[in-house]
């Protein structure tokens, strides 16, 4: 199942939303373009849990403080599945996130969920020797944080997804409560399994991220921001929420 958009208007601009997918983009070309080896030409702004724990550089070397790596890396990524899938996440829950926060807050919304997450992983990593050492990269803490406040506050907006039934393959519209419920159940089920950094996966992020969410969109007021009436009427009259 793969979210292709919602029916969730907005009467904002998602500028700040925008700007984050442009920059994730032009960080990602610089870094593949830039490169002479598989690392990358920005392989050193990557977050380490040991370099961040000990304050050393382990590998590549790093901007100092060490800590800034915590925020360079969430605007890298391994790959352009990895891109195109959190960038696409992004748009699609992102921009009613920024509509009802507003632009400023959004941003300092998004920044703290990717920090929350980035702490996550290293306390989990720090007991793993192999997956501290492990360059973390992604926005996938920030976007989950995104989807914790999503869950909040529009459990039955519709979601359209792309269905995969077999050798079928078709679209259904589909509460955000389940999308969301689903996604966060299988980040529970891989850390279950291959746990928090299993296949190179930064699965503690992911789930730190999606509480901060929903923690910092009641502390911000999200639900009382939601209630004063940002959607379009005829929304309303359509769905009646």
């Known amino acids: 199942m793969i979210p292709l958009r919602d029916e969730n208007p907005t009467r904002t601009t998602p500028v700040v939303v925008i700007v984050l997918i442009v920059l994730n983009v032009l960080v990602f070309l610089i870094d593949q373009l830039g490169a002479t080896d598989r690392m990358g ?3 050193g702004f990557a977050m380490i849990p040991k ?12 901007p100092h403080p060490l800590w800034i790596t915590i925020f360079t890396s969430m605007f890298m990524h391994g790959g352009l ?9 992004l748009w699609i829950f992102g921009n009613n996130i ?8 959004f941003l300092l919304f998004y920044l703290a969920g990717g920090v929350a997450a980035a702490f996550a992983h290293i306390v989990t990593a720090s007991v793993d020797p192999t997956a501290a ?34 050798w079928f393959i078709t679209t259904a519209a589909i509460p955000a409560l389940v999308v969301l419920a689903l996604w966060f159940l299988l980040q529970l089920l891989n850390v279950s399994i291959v746990g928090g950094a299993g296949g190179g996966v930064a699965y503690w ?11 910092l969109i009641y502390v911000l007021g999200g639900k009382n921001l939601s209630r004063r009436g940002r959607r ?3 929304y309303y009259r359509r769905y009646g929420f």
């Open 41 to 43: 030409a920005l392989a």
């Open 133 to 166: 050492t492990i360059p973390t990269v992604g926005a996938s803490g920030a976007i989950a944080a995104v989807l914790g406040a999503y869950l909040v506050l529009y459990p039955t907006a519709r979601i359209i997804c792309l269905v995969f039934l077999g």
């Open 205 to 215: 992020a992911h789930i730190g991220g999606f509480v901060i969410g929903i923690i």
């Open 98 to 105: 920024e509509d009802v926060l507003g632009h400023f807050k």
């Open 51 to 62: 370099e961040i724990l000990t304050g050393q550089d382990i590998r590549t070397p790093s």
């Open 81 to 89: 599945l990895h891109l195109g899938g959190n960038m696409l996440y």
């Open 232 to 234: 379009p009427r005829d």
